[in-house]
């Protein structure tokens, strides 16, 4: 399938932020994305490059109905639950939708005789041993997930394997580290209830549109104390996407492949790169660290160079930061996390 063939692809989820501005890039290579999302996390305002469907990723009727009414060449597939903490208090939802969900989905295409797959996964499929500050992940590292969002990722990664050696499905799992960053058109951007990533609410407490930023912790064993990260821009994210949509690859073939810029940030340098952005000190105090937080997660990003010609564009920290505060300044729409942000009740 190829760009500008104005196929049509469905993207679940493609009502949030990584899956819209995966839906746009995909309209933008001459594609024909049709998003399929639930709106309990996403947002209505956030599909424009062609029709929404609205149905729940469990619902294998529904999801064969959409396929076969628009034709669908291909998926994306995003839909899914994804706060970390959340899958600690209450796992239940997130075996449900991430994993049941993927095989609702499974079925469908195959019953719709749809080919090719594009999973969003995650970095926090693998383990924490053994590594040292800054050390690159690779694929093939430790898988040891230390949330229940990170085994049910997994476990999703694994059914698509075995549904692609058993059924000649072709799929590509795309293992993100930090998502981050907004399209600069100022149209989509990430909105999230609640919201939980540093960027956003680092760039919030420096508007004084939020509370004073908290650190999770300053005592890890990193240069400044503080965790390195891998933050790679959506933008960058949703060109990956695309370019597996289009990938020359065998029948029944399987592939992960991690998505970050290959460079770890510490939360003291996001933060100082949000003060240069606003222009302004953002106010902030040191806590506890948050459970679960692995020091160190940075990307080695060379196997998506090589499969799929992946080369990010806007990830450095200050163009990514510079693009978030762009969008944080004035979002086309929100969350009521803005609101819970600021203190209020929502
Ligand atoms: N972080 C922080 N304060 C916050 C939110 C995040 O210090 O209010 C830290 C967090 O401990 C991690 C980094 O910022 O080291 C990135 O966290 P985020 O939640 O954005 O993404 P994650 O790495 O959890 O996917």
Not at 40 to 46: H, I, K, M, P
Not at 176 to 196: M, Q, R, W
Not at 311 to 339: F, H, K
Request: charged share 20%; aromatic share 6%; with cysteine.
């Amino acid at each position: 399938m190829t760009p500008g063939s104005q196929a049509a692809v469905l993207v679940t989820g493609g009502a949030g932020y990584i899956g819209a501005h995966t839906a746009k890039a995909l309209a933008e290579r001459g594609y024909r994305p049709v998003v399929y999302d639930d709106l309990s996390a996403g947002f209505r305002e956030a599909v424009r490059w062609g029709p929404l469907v609205r149905g729940d990723i469990r619902d294998e009727a529904a999801l064969r109905a959409a396929m076969s009414e628009h034709g669908v060449a291909a998926v994306v597939h995003f839909a899914g639950l994804i706060e970390v903490a959340r899958s600690v208090s209450d796992p239940g939802p997130f075996w449900d939708v991430n994993v049941s969900g993927t095989r609702a989905l499974l079925a469908a295409m195959q019953a719709a005789g749809v080919p090719r797959l594009v999973f969003s996964s995650t970095a926090a499929v693998y383990g924490q041993a053994g590594r040292a500050a800054g050390d690159l992940i690779s694929e093939d590292d430790e898988k040891a997930p230390s949330s229940p969002y990170g085994d049910t990722k997994l476990a999703a990664e694994r059914m698509i394997a075995a549904h692609c050696r058993a059924h000649g499905l072709t799929a590509v799992a795309l293992r993100y580290f930090n998502a981050s960053g907004a399209d600069p058109s100022g149209v989509i951007g990430e909105a999230h209830e609640p919201e939980t990533h540093l960027i956003p609410l680092a760039l919030a407490a420096g508007l004084g549109d939020g509370r004073p930023l908290t650190l999770f912790g300053d005592d890890f064993d990193t240069a400044d104390g503080t965790c390195l990260r891998d933050y790679v821009h959506v933008n960058d994210l949703a060109a990956a996407h695309v370019a597996a949509v289009g990938a020359e690859l065998a029948g029944g073939t399987f592939e992960a492949m991690n998505l970050g810029a290959g460079r770890g940030h510490s939360v003291r340098e996001v933060v100082a790169a949000a003060a240069r952005a606003l222009g302004r000190p953002v106010p902030h105090a040191i806590g506890p660290r948050r459970a679960g937080d692995p020091p160190s997660l940075v990307a080695d990003p060379s196997r998506a160079r090589s499969r799929l010609g992946w080369e990010p564009a806007r990830s450095d920290l200050d163009t990514i930061v510079r693009d978030a505060l762009r969008w944080e300044a004035q979002p086309a729409y929100a969350a009521g996390g803005r609101a819970s942000r600021r203190g209020e009740a929502k």
